[in-house]
């Protein structure tokens, strides 16, 4: 039986001649040698079974013994996460429930009424007033760019749906970064921008409707690309991204 101790040297108490017994103390004591030991020492240790090892099982041993000290060699040369790692992304935090309904802001949910000043002023009053959950009632709301602020939670529930305008002027331009330019452009459908423990929330649909600006964007690349000017189309053909915050994505 193969046993390590504390000092983690290998000893050899009873030398198993049986083929299929010494077949599994094998692959074990690699396993053991593996989780115990590092570097130089993993080495030294290993090196030890072999003398004891038949010489019709010796191949089979190297062939595990190399595998298994890649796999070990491979698990101590994985860099160190970063400490930024932490730092970004989604995260669970806990806001006021006070509920501010857009619709007692004179939202209107046929989807056709033009919402942006209502749904907003919901959200200025509730930033304002140290936060909470803005709501809506079911139904279809069109509007333009949102900016969600500072403990506001935008709670958009099944049974409601976000229309994107599909009017380029209910995007204010601000100061984004495009394709790696840093330019004006149109503001997304619903921004964070600057600002902390903010979100939004619900099992609702937010429908960008962006078609007419992509058929805009595929215009305009039948007219640059045989200036082979196609690199410029992405600047030129200006159209809001559905959320904007840490991370971006066109509509």
Not at 42 to 67: D, G, V
Not at 93 to 113: E, M, Q
Not at 198 to 227: H, M, T
């Given at each position: 039986?193969?046993?390590?101790?504390?000092?983690?040297?290998?000893?050899?108490?009873?030398?198993?001649?049986?083929?299929?017994?010494?077949?599994?103390?094998?692959?074990?004591s690699i396993i053991l040698i593996l989780t115990r030991?590092?570097?130089?020492?993993?080495?030294?240790?290993?090196?030890?079974?072999?003398?004891?090892?038949?010489?019709?099982?010796?191949?089979?041993?190297?062939?595990?013994?190399?595998?298994?000290?890649?796999?070990?060699?491979?698990?101590?040369?994985?860099?160190?996460?970063?400490?930024?790692?932490?730092?970004?992304?989604?995260?669970?935090?806990?806001?006021?429930?006070?509920?501010?309904?857009?619709?007692?802001?004179?939202?209107?949910?046929?989807?056709?009424?033009?919402a942006t000043k209502s749904i907003q002023r919901a959200?200025?009053?509730?930033?304002?007033?140290?936060?909470?959950?803005?709501?809506?009632?079911?139904?279809?709301?069109?509007?333009?760019?949102?900016?969600?602020?500072?403990?506001?939670?935008?709670?958009?529930?099944?049974?409601?749906?976000?229309?994107?305008?599909?009017?380029?002027?209910?995007?204010?331009?601000?100061?984004?970064?495009?394709?790696?330019?840093?330019?004006?452009?149109?503001?997304?459908?619903?921004?964070?921008?600057?600002?902390?423990?903010?979100?939004?929330?619900?099992?609702?649909l937010v429908n960008a409707q962006c078609k007419p600006?992509?058929?805009?964007?595929?215009?305009?690349?039948?007219?640059?690309?045989?200036?082979?000017?196609?690199?410029?189309?992405?600047?030129?053909?200006?159209?809001?991204?559905?959320?904007?915050?840490?991370?971006?994505?066109?509509?």
């Amino acid at each position: 039986m193969i046993t390590l101790k504390q000092n983690k040297a290998v000893t050899i108490n009873t030398l198993i001649e049986d083929e299929a017994g010494c077949s599994r103390t094998v692959a074990m004591s690699i396993i053991l040698i593996l989780t115990r030991n590092r570097g130089m020492q993993l080495i030294y240790s290993c090196s030890l079974l072999t003398k004891y090892i038949p010489e019709s099982m010796r191949s089979m041993y190297s062939i595990l013994l190399a595998a298994f000290m890649l796999l070990n060699i491979a698990a101590i040369t994985q860099p160190k996460t970063p400490d930024w790692v932490n730092k970004v992304g989604s995260r669970k935090v806990n806001l006021r429930t006070v509920i501010y309904s857009v619709n007692k802001y004179g939202a209107v949910n046929d989807g056709k009424t033009l919402a942006t000043k209502s749904i907003q002023r919901a959200i200025d009053e509730a930033a304002a007033k140290g936060g909470g959950i803005v709501s809506f009632a079911p139904g279809k709301y069109l509007t333009g760019s949102l900016f969600i602020k500072t403990g506001v939670n935008l709670q958009v529930n099944k049974g409601v749906e976000i229309l994107g305008s599909q009017d380029i002027r209910d995007y204010p331009e601000i100061d984004t970064r495009v394709a790696g330019i840093e330019m004006k452009w149109p503001a997304a459908l619903i921004n964070i921008l600057k600002q902390h423990k903010a979100g939004i929330s619900g099992a609702g649909l937010v429908n960008a409707q962006c078609k007419p600006f992509w058929d805009a964007y595929w215009q305009l690349r039948k007219e640059y690309d045989p200036k082979e000017l196609r690199w410029i189309v992405d600047y030129d053909a200006k159209r809001p991204r559905t959320t904007a915050g840490n991370q971006f994505c066109e509509c």
